[in-house]
């Protein structure tokens, strides 16, 4: 069956540390992926977009990369600080199959200080 | 910024009784999804509009669920009668073209009692 894997649903780190959150896919062939991040009670916001033909993709701290080989992505975040505690989700949509994105379940990040 | 707007923000109602749940999203935004979400969850589709039309409702629960965006721009979900599992967070979101970037609004938390 298709489905989205998100390594872990939680994910502690420590104040100016590297958070790697990891993305895992199977019988799909995105055009590409997404991440978002929700906080509690709250819609998800978007944060990046990388495409099939990009490897690595970044956005001030946050850095993303695509392996269309291994079927995986992973998110980081540099320098993490307490605001960044949050649930990060990866979504993709996937081809031929309308335009809605797939989401997984989710990493929660808490970064302490 | 221009931002997706859902209300209520949260309704707590009885099984079996009626609800229904409004969304204004971005203006300009041809594209709108309902998304239910579980606790713990990645959110799910329930319906995608393309203006005024249904694009996708293949996990609409039709017994029960209907969607509408009559002139192409807000939009409204209902239920009836409301089910003890249909408790969860309802999404809406918006989208320029269908497959980009999707702006999710704020949520609806639905506890059925």
């Known amino acids: 069956s298709q489905k989205i894997e998100q390594n872990s649903e939680a994910l502690n780190i420590q104040e100016g540390k590297t958070a790697t959150l990891t993305c895992n896919y199977t019988?799909?062939?995105?055009?590409?992926l997404q991440w978002y991040r929700q906080d509690p009670g709250r819609g998800p916001v978007f944060l990046l977009l990388?495409?099939?033909?990009?490897k690595e993709k970044r956005k001030e701290r946050l850095k993303v990369t695509f392996d269309t080989t291994l079927k995986q992505s992973l998110f980081h975040i540099t320098a993490s600080q307490p605001a960044d505690s949050a649930t990060y989700l990866c979504?993709?949509?996937?081809?031929?199959?309308?335009?809605?994105?797939?989401f997984g379940k989710g990493t929660t990040l808490s970064v302490s200080s | 910024e221009a931002e997706v707007a859902q209300s209520p923000r949260y309704k707590i109602t009885e099984k079996s009784q009626a609800v229904a749940f409004w969304c204004d999203p971005i203006?300009?935004?041809?594209?709108l999804y309902w998304y239910r979400q579980i606790l713990g969850q990645g959110p799910e589709l329930l319906v995608q509009?393309?203006?005024?039309?249904?694009?996708?409702d293949s996990q609409l629960p039709k017994d029960r669920f209907s969607a509408e965006r009559l002139k192409g721009v807000d939009s409204t979900l209902k239920i009836q009668p409301a089910e003890l599992g249909d408790s969860a967070m309802y999404l809406c979101?918006?989208?320029?073209?269908?497959?980009?970037?999707?702006?999710f609004g704020p949520g609806t938390r639905l506890l059925v009692l």
């Open positions: 979101a918006s989208s320029f073209v269908q497959g980009e970037t999707q702006y």
């Open positions: 019988n799909y062939s995105p055009a590409y």
């Open positions: 990388i495409r099939e033909n990009e």
């Open positions: 979504a993709l949509i996937p081809p031929q199959a309308g335009t809605a994105l797939i």
């Open positions: 203006s300009g935004h041809a594209t």
């Open positions: 509009f393309q203006d005024e039309s249904v694009v996708d």
